[in-house]
């Protein structure tokens, strides 16, 4: 699986945006971007993926960059409920196996 | 409608002792996962299921893990001769099917504790 890196953690104030940035330069072309968050002692939630061109929906927006290589999910205003563990992950459109392969995820702080 | 629930939502059970998770996925999701999560580590895949077969096993720590799905539905994870090193969260998840960009919806998990 190609592999994500993300930075360890980052903070934001709250009712700022926040981008929170992921590196991918061996994605294929058939290689959806995924984002996924995990809050405190939950399970992780889906929050938005993305092919080629950017996405918005209620959560968040994701922007691709041209060549694929990276991706910036963008919290438009954070909330202290946005505090969690933000994974970027790949997974390929042709295969059957869409398990989710998770990495170390960025740590979101929001403070007041 | 109701999300994935998972059952019992802790468990702790000394070393040695088998042990039953159960996932209920959303109702009809065809595709069900299973993750652990150990302290301080990442999620790790266990074992995926596309209706009650599972073609991926390559998840599964030992031979000491089973997983099975009956009914297209309901799954039960079972650890048998529990070790310390079992202690995790164990997620279950279910996407409408297998392939494809569909997003999974993950349960909130069973805290297991081997004393």
């Known amino acids: 699986d190609a592999k994500t890196t993300q930075p360890n953690s980052m903070e934001s104030n709250e009712e700022e945006p926040v981008h929170l940035p992921c590196n991918h330069s061996?994605?294929?072309?058939?290689?959806?971007i995924h984002w996924y968050r995990q809050l405190p002692s939950q399970g992780p939630e889906y929050v938005i993926h993305?092919?080629?061109s950017n996405v918005n929906n209620r959560m968040a927006s994701l922007a691709i960059a041209e060549d694929r290589k990276s991706s910036t999910l963008i919290l438009h205003r954070a909330t202290l409920r946005d505090a969690a563990v933000y994974y970027c992950?790949?997974?390929?459109?042709?295969?059957?196996?869409?398990?989710?392969?998770f990495g170390t995820g960025t740590r979101l702080q929001v403070t007041l | 409608g109701a999300g994935v629930s998972q059952s019992p939502s802790n468990k702790v059970t000394e070393k040695g002792k088998d042990v039953e998770l159960r996932c209920d996925p959303i109702s009809g999701h065809t595709a069900l996962y299973w993750y652990r999560q150990s302290l301080g580590q990442g999620l790790e895949f266990l074992i995926y299921?596309?209706?009650?077969?599972?073609?991926?096993k390559s998840g599964l720590p030992s031979d000491r893990f089973s997983a099975e799905r009956t009914g297209g539905s309901v799954s039960t994870l079972t650890i048998q001769r529990t070790q310390q090193e079992d202690s995790a969260v164990y997620l279950c998840a279910s996407s409408l099917v297998l392939a494809g960009p569909y997003e999974q919806y993950f349960g909130p998990g069973t805290r297991l504790t081997v004393t």
């Open positions: 299921f596309q209706g009650n077969s599972a073609p991926d």
């Open positions: 061996t994605i294929s072309g058939t290689d959806y």
């Open positions: 992950i790949l997974r390929d459109l042709t295969g059957t196996a869409s398990k989710l392969t």
């Open positions: 993305g092919l080629t």
